[in-house]
Nanobody, 116 residues
Framework: QVQLVESGGGLVQPGGSLRLSCAASGFTFKNYAMNWYRQAPGKERELVAAITSVGGSTNYADSVKGRFTISRDNAKNTVYLQMNSLKPEDTAVYYC?????????WGQGTQVTVSS
């Protein structure tokens, strides 16, 4: 079955950096677009970044453009989110996600807290 396992979250000071990883299994990773979402307390889940399966084209939420970078390593079945210049408003649970014609799959999430 499809499994998505995020890692790399933690506590970081404003202006700092973190790299999130999402290890995927149970499907042909290279054939699927991958996404990072986040959900802050009391807010709806929002799309942060996306990367296509072929060509690796990327899209970002306006709030993270120029600071976050999504990438993928198809040999390792892993998608990454490099987060630089972190702000307190980036504090959230970050989720890895992918979609098939039949379902949407989510990881368990990893907490990112930006605070001094």
């Amino acid at each position: 079955q499809v499994q998505l396992v995020e890692s790399g979250g933690g506590l970081v000071q404003p202006g700092g950096s973190l790299r999130l990883s999402c290890a995927a299994s149970g499907f042909t990773f290279k054939n699927y677009a991958m996404n990072w979402y986040r959900q802050a307390p009391g807010k709806e889940r929002e799309l942060v970044a996306a990367i296509t399966s072929v060509g690796g084209s990327t899209n970002y939420a306006d709030s993270v453009k120029g600071r976050f970078t999504i990438s993928r390593d198809n040999a390792k079945n892993t998608v990454y989110l490099q987060m630089n210049s972190l702000k307190p408003e980036d504090t959230a649970v970050y989720y890895c996600s992918t979609r098939s014609p039949y379902d949407t799959y989510w990881g368990q999430g990893t907490q990112v807290t930006v605070s001094s």
